[in-house]
């Protein structure tokens, strides 16, 4: 690649040349950035030493692997979620114990699920709310009314 063909590069490519800030910045970059570089790079090749094919080949096949390990990354990040939502949802009723972020103690009911950009949380029926990671104890919720033997009803605490 000649120099001019750098001038072309899109800016995030521009901004590796410095080693020690090329690490931070690859896992910024995208595929379409690699598809870009490599269509300017075959655009500014010499044309007496074009690239060599497999080579061409070999960067193909790295940008399609790392589009699928980008899909597969988003995929699990969803099911990570969906399976996060469905344990905090089946604690609904019960008594939960965790720790706050300043990490104080919380005690509550679960009353219902959210899902936020920090993850799950329990809403609580004290009107506060425990990231489902911070949970710490789970306990039966209070039981509901029964009927003894007598057929007189007794309501548990």
Avoid: C, E, W, Y
């Avoid at 001019?4 to 080693?19: D, E, K």
């Avoid at 931070?24 to 269509?39: A, E, H, N």
């Avoid at 936020?116 to 949970?135: I, T």
Wanted: aromatic share 0%; glycine share 8%; net charge neutral.
């Amino acid at each position: 690649m000649t120099t001019s063909a750098i001038g072309s590069l899109p800016s995030s490519l521009n901004s590796l040349s410095s080693s020690s800030a090329s690490k931070s910045r690859l896992s910024q970059l995208k595929p379409t950035d690699f598809i870009k570089m490599m269509v300017t790079q075959l655009q500014h090749q010499d044309p007496l030493n074009p690239t060599n094919s497999q080579d061409l080949l070999a960067q193909m096949s790295q940008i399609g692997q790392l589009q699928s390990s980008t899909q597969l990354s988003a995929t699990l990040q969803g099911m990570t979620q969906q399976n996060q939502i469905s344990a905090a949802a089946g604690l609904i009723g019960k008594t939960v114990i965790g720790q706050d972020a300043t990490h104080a103690p919380i005690t509550g009911l679960v009353s219902s699920v959210s899902v936020s950009s920090d993850g799950v949380n329990l809403q609580l029926d004290n009107g506060r709310a425990l990231s489902l990671a911070n949970v710490t104890s789970i306990a039966p919720g209070p039981s509901a009314a029964t009927t003894t033997a007598a057929g007189t009803t007794k309501t548990g605490a």
